[in-house]
């Protein structure tokens, strides 16, 4: 086991400022697991890869780098996942950029999660009765409107051992959001539309910011995406304001647009 023998090679300076720690702390299961090793220039290695968690001060921005060994050689770097994070940002915050770097490394590795035998009983989300829609009772209407999510919802469930809305959202939930506003089919969008404002207006708090930022997230800097959003948000005008109103706010967010947008 590795844990805190990195300490030792890395800059004070970046431990005391932007939790690199932390970051660190929720990775290092899985380092362990893929037998990464702490080398002294601050990278990990294994026999397969060479990684770096680094933060970058002029962008304010965490990244992930990785590079292919092939016979003993390390190639060439390549940013796989990069985050902003700012003085406003702390230690929970900096989890969240460990738990998001490892699935981009499983990825990048092509490692599958493995479940164990009580993964396959995880249960989906439900709708509680009576009341406002909670984020749980969003997330259950979105599974059953993309079906294709519910076994990445379990996986999701079984690698992190609790539900990171935000972070399932912008992975899985935005990128579906796009296809259908960019698939012209009115049957499909009115559908969607119809869900969405029902949401809307049932929705509590937590869940109707949720829903908002989501729709900014899939329009976010996608001219064919916003203009379909307007074309389906027409019939609410109250909906669409709020859309609207915050399209400024979440395009200079540090803490949604990381996480919502990804590339």
Known sequence: MYNGAVILFLDVNILDNRYYDRVIAEMQ?????????????????????????????????????????????????????AWLFDDSQNAKDAASVGVDFIGSLRKNMGIKIRRSASGNDIELPSVSKGGSITVTGFTKKMLD???????????????????????????????Q?????????????????????????????DTVNTLVALICAAA???????????KMLEEDKHFLSSVENFLPVF????????VLVRK
């Open 29 to 81: 299961p899985f380092l362990d697991e893929q037998s990464f090793v702490p080398q002294k220039d601050g990278s990990f290695k294994n026999d397969r890869k060479s990684i770096k968690i680094e933060y970058d001060e002029p962008r304010q921005m965490y990244t992930l780098s990785a590079a292919d060994i092939e016979e003993g050689v390390t190639g060439e770097y390549s940013e796989i996942n």
């Open 145 to 175: 409107f993309f079906p294709v999510l519910k076994d990445e919802y379990k996986n999701h469930i079984a690698q992190n051992g609790n539900f990171l809305y935000l972070n399932f959202f912008g992975e899985f939930l935005v990128p």
């Open 177 to 205: 959001l796009k296809g259908v506003l960019k698939s012209g089919n009115k049957k499909q969008m009115k559908k969607l539309f119809d869900l969405l404002d029902d949401m809307y207006v049932k929705g509590d708090r």
């Open 220 to 230: 976010y800097s996608d001219e064919e995406v916003l203009a379909a959003v307007r």
């Open 251 to 258: 395009s200079k967010s540090r803490k949604l647009l990381p």
